[in-house]
């Protein structure tokens, strides 16, 4: 019994730091990894600033947006504009090189737009309190670094006494965007230069009408995602601020067969996918290749990715992997969508553990340096031992790599701080806890009590 | 648990409105956070009440039976508090005599001084800190912009009271919602 009692309060004093509030991160996907709470927003007095600090990696090679969006709820709180005010520094720090700003954020209410992403963000639902925090610079997260971030809320001195949940979320865009037009549909035909003379898009409706598609082209994402059997991306469509239209439209994707053929992409088996943001998965399209354009049908707006995979002559090959040797026969003109399985997804599979340079994905191991055709530098940047760094711009408040206290003084100050709005000390007192975690743990120890009493014969 | 599944449900809902544009979040915190109402210190080595900030030092101030001792905050820039204010009231405090009465008052300014509520303590010969709380009758007071401590005398005779404000912050008032 005195083991038992032991053991719950052993349970009881491990519980609250265990499921200690986490910071949870898409792993499986970019921009942001590794995700840490190092502090979280604590019990505080009205009019006094509680922080919280978070660290997370950033393995893209371009420089990435990040938008700050900080939502507050509580049960029956009707909330005013200046409940709560904001502010944020972001402290990015390159891996590879002693390189590293200070970046400050500031949050705003919604609604707030972003030219740079074309998002607009609605005001929030009543009870609820929301701020995006932000920088004017937009892209603000260094290409491989490692990022501090700091934010602090201050509760108005005279909000009513409550408890308040707290939601943070850390926003980026998907990529940076190549192009960013508007389609003008007449009678039911638009079409988009992309990159003469191959590279277009053509929309045909099977209804006539007259509309706007507001597009969005990246050449490459951060999303890492891609389909098992197609990870090779061409060009990806974002339609989804494109408002929606009747009936079905056949797009069509002129790729360049010379990039295709440098690659070593296989023509035939391009298509377009589309993401399923709710699960993250790419769904493949109908669609199918004809001389030297990509058709899809499509029934909806949303976000559209061309994916093809390698092509295999019709040759023996022999693919070396591990320490074994394997053969593989390959018919290219039974190349379908429905290409032979069991070598699809060995060549798959390794391909996907690895980077390859060249498939439109920047990924762990790639940079500007070693393969810009990934990890191009953004309009402003120019590649510095694989890191995309701002062009130097004396006088912008960044000491950048070129930069020094001669050549740049306002820039590059012998001592730079960030001033920040300075608060005072508030009284950390209690944990935020993850529902979720400690409602497992609890069962877990519970369930092992209970095992121990029975065993021991206690009830 | 339901209340944590309402939240998730508004949160999911809130997440599908506002959500319009290309940005994703990759990353998500979530955690309770409890504000208290503002904390009012009291400074007589500056005369003012601090607004969340304890005194750096310590100061005391006597007055008699027939005097108070008032001070009050900077201006807060005319906020409004919409719920119903109790105060909360520490000091320490004594006498040159034996259980004097002493009246606190929780004020507030807006175009003129107003009291929010006072309570009655009784003081010993002996430095002590007393705790005690009185509630306001008003649902809600609108553009305020200073708060005031005001300690007033009940005795009837010749009595010195004595009051001190500390780096303990052992001389304040704290606002909390009547519950």
């Not at chain 1, 737009?113 to 609605?122: W, Y």
């Not at chain 2, 607004?51 to 807060?76: A, G, L, M, R, Y």
Request: proline content about 5%; hydrophobic content about 35%; overall charge negative.
């Amino acid at each position: 019994m005195k083991k038992l009692i032991l053991f719950a309060l052993f349970a009881l004093l491990i519980i609250p730091a265990l499921a200690k509030a986490q910071l949870v991160c898409d792993e499986t996907s970019y921009p942001f990894r590794q995700c840490q709470v190092i502090k979280e927003f604590t019990d505080v007095v009205a009019g006094n600033p509680t922080e919280a600090e978070l660290n997370f990696v950033y393995k893209g090679a371009s420089w990435a947006p990040l938008v700050v969006r900080i939502n507050v709820s509580s049960q029956g709180y009707t909330f005013s504009e200046n409940d709560f005010i904001g502010y944020g520094l972001l402290t990015t720090k390159a891996i590879n090189t002693p390189v590293s700003m200070n970046i400050p954020l500031k949050c705003v209410l919604p609604p707030v737009s972003f030219e740079q992403t074309g998002d607009n963000f609605a005001s929030p639902l009543p009870n609820n309190f929301t701020l995006y925090c932000y920088n004017e610079t937009f892209y603000i997260v260094m290409p491989a670094s490692n990022n501090t971030l700091k934010l602090t809320l201050v509760p108005n001195v005279a909000l009513i006494p409550s408890q308040f949940n707290f939601t943070v979320e850390l926003m980026t865009d998907i990529g940076v965007p190549t192009i960013e037009p508007e389609i003008n549909i007449t009678n039911g035909f638009g079409n988009l230069s992309i990159n003469p003379p191959y590279e277009k898009l053509e929309f045909y409706f099977n209804e006539s009408q007259n509309l706007t598609v507001k597009t969005l082209v990246y050449s490459s994402i951060f999303y890492k995602k891609v389909p098992k059997e197609r990870p090779f991306s061409l060009i990806f469509f974002d339609f989804r601020n494109s408002t929606p239209f009747d009936g079905t439209v056949q797009v069509r994707y002129y790729f360049d067969p010379d990039e295709i053929e440098r690659n070593g992409w296989d023509k035939n088996n391009i298509r377009f996918y589309w993401l399923d943001e709710s699960t993250g998965n790419w769904y493949l399209v109908d669609s199918g290749v004809k001389d030297n354009y990509v058709w899809a049908n499509l029934t909806h707006f949303s976000l559209y990715g061309v994916f093809t995979s390698l092509y295999y002559p019709p040759v023996q090959q022999q693919i070396i992997y591990g320490g074994g040797t394997t053969n593989y026969y390959y018919n290219v003109t039974n190349v379908t969508q429905n290409i032979t399985q069991p070598v699809e997804k060995t060549v798959v599979e390794r391909y996907v553990e690895k980077a390859v340079c060249g498939n439109g994905i920047c990924e762990v191991g790639e940079s500007c340096s070693n393969c810009p055709q990934d990890c191009k530098c953004p309009n402003g940047y120019q590649c510095q031992e694989g890191i995309c760094l701002p062009t130097p711009v004396c006088g912008n408040g960044y000491c950048e790599k070129g930069e020094t206290p001669d050549n740049c003084p306002e820039d590059c100050k012998v001592t730079t701080t960030t001033t920040l709005p300075t608060g005072i000390t508030g009284r950390i007192v209690s944990i935020a806890t993850n529902p979720i975690v400690a409602w497992s743990i609890a069962t877990i120890i519970i369930a092992v009590a209970l095992v121990f009493a029975f065993k021991r014969k206690i009830f | 648990m339901r209340k944590f599944a309402m939240i998730g449900i508004a949160f999911l809902l809130f997440v599908s409105i506002a959500y319009a544009g290309v940005l994703s979040y990759y990353g998500k915190i979530v955690g309770n956070v409890n504000v208290q109402g503002p904390i009012f210190y009291a400074d007589f080595s500056q005369n003012k009440l601090l607004i969340n900030t304890k005194p750096s030092q310590s100061q005391s101030v006597s007055f008699s039976d027939s005097e108070s001792k008032f001070i009050f905050s900077d201006d807060i820039g005319g906020v409004s508090f919409n719920y119903k204010i109790k105060c909360e009231f520490s000091l320490k405090v004594w006498s040159d005599s034996e259980n004097q009465i002493l009246r606190l008052y929780c004020r507030y300014y807006d175009t003129s001084w107003h009291d929010l509520c006072y309570v009655d303590v009784t003081v010993s010969k002996t430095p002590t800190v007393i705790t005690t709380s009185c509630n306001s009758g008003l649902t809600s007071i609108t553009n305020v912009h200073r708060f005031g401590y005001r300690f007033e005398g009940q005795s009837v005779e010749n009595v010195k009271y004595y009051i001190e404000s500390n780096s303990d912050g052992d001389t304040r008032f704290q606002l909390d919602k009547v519950s």
